[in-house]
């Protein structure tokens, strides 16, 4: 199959799209005009690894965060959904243990500097943080010092873009069916040795 595009042949493939956003285009061109379009897996895939990460907040920002003075009595991290009090004595336990070698930044709890101040354990709290510079909750920016690109920076174009990503992930990689079984004239179809 050729992929040059001014080739003759009735075969030839359009080339791969240089970037996401060009491949974005390409799958609403198609949608629009009401045709499938089929994506090569291996494209798809080189197109999610060239995206490269994302612009997290600086690991200076992440390390100073401070611990909230209160904490909200019967809540959760948003994130792993572990209930604040038991983080709390997560941290008491390991810092009081004098078997405890891990990261101590990962301990406890954060408070965000959003305007609603969200309270997220510290582990969920650096890992979301070293990929995206923003509130797991509300979106909102975190790390002014680290400015996020002004493409991303309006949130709510930010959830379309994931919105649109999860349901061409949906179509293109959704699960199979089985092709349904043809009944040929007065027979069954055949389904198994015994059958």
Not at 25 to 39: E, K
Not at 93 to 118: I, M, Q
Not at 129 to 157: G, H, K
């Amino acid at each position: 199959m050729s992929t040059n595009p001014d080739s003759d042949s009735p075969y030839s493939a359009r080339p791969p799209p240089v970037s996401f956003d060009d491949f974005m285009a390409q799958v609403d061109a198609a949608t629009l005009a009401h045709g499938g379009i089929m994506v090569d897996e291996d494209i798809y895939e080189e197109l999610f690894a060239s995206a490269g990460p994302g612009h997290g907040a600086r690991p200076q920002f992440i390390a100073a965060l401070p611990r909230p003075k209160t904490v909200p009595s019967g809540e959760s991290c948003p994130v792993c959904l572990q209930t604040l009090a038991s983080i709390e004595t997560e941290e008491e336990y390991a810092l009081a243990s004098e078997s405890f070698f891990g990261d101590t930044e990962a301990l406890g709890l954060r408070e965000l500097p959003c305007a609603a101040k969200h309270v997220v354990c510290a582990r969920c709290c650096k890992q979301w943080l070293m990929l995206n510079n923003s509130c797991p909750l509300c979106r909102s920016q975190v790390d002014p010092a680290n400015p996020v690109d002004a493409e991303t920076s309006d949130t709510i174009e930010a959830q379309r873009q994931t919105e649109r990503m999860l349901a061409l992930f949906h179509s293109l990689f959704g699960p199979r069916r089985p092709p349904p079984m043809k009944k040929e004239e007065g027979r069954e179809a055949f389904s198994g040795m015994y059958s």
